[in-house]
């Protein structure tokens, strides 16, 4: 079953674990990773808003580190958070605006 669709079908909410691969690598990634499905965490988003570390490397070590599904969440579409390790990305879209009347 898909990432998408394991979402959409399960009963109630899923918690994610938002990890900034520029504040988040070596010992404390993978230690973070290893505790995060004992505490209840069903999947992890991978992204940032500058990205000066390699989000290549970040998946890879979260997925050596762990079992949980891996999203990229990148913060904008300059960020080049892209990697091949990981198969689901979030794209958001925000629209900002001010409506007079």
């Known amino acids: 079953m898909s990432i998408y669709n394991d979402i959409i079908?399960?009963?109630g909410n899923k918690l994610a674990l938002l990890i900034d691969p520029d504040k988040t690598q070596g010992n404390a990634l993978i230690t973070v990773c290893k505790?995060?499905?004992n505490h209840g965490f069903d999947l992890?988003?991978?992204g940032g808003s500058i990205l000066w570390h390699?989000?290549?490397?970040?998946v890879a070590d979260i997925?050596?580190?762990?079992s949980l599904p891996v999203v990229l969440f990148p913060g904008n579409r300059s960020t080049g958070c892209f990697s091949s390790?990981?198969?689901t990305i979030i794209i958001r879209n925000y629209?900002?605006?001010i409506y007079a009347f």
């Open 9 to 11: 079908s399960s009963k």
């Open 35 to 37: 505790n995060a499905k």
């Open 44 to 46: 992890i988003l991978v």
């Open 54 to 58: 390699s989000t290549e490397r970040t």
């Open 63 to 66: 997925k050596k580190a762990c």
């Open 85 to 87: 390790h990981c198969k």
């Open 95 to 97: 629209f900002n605006g």
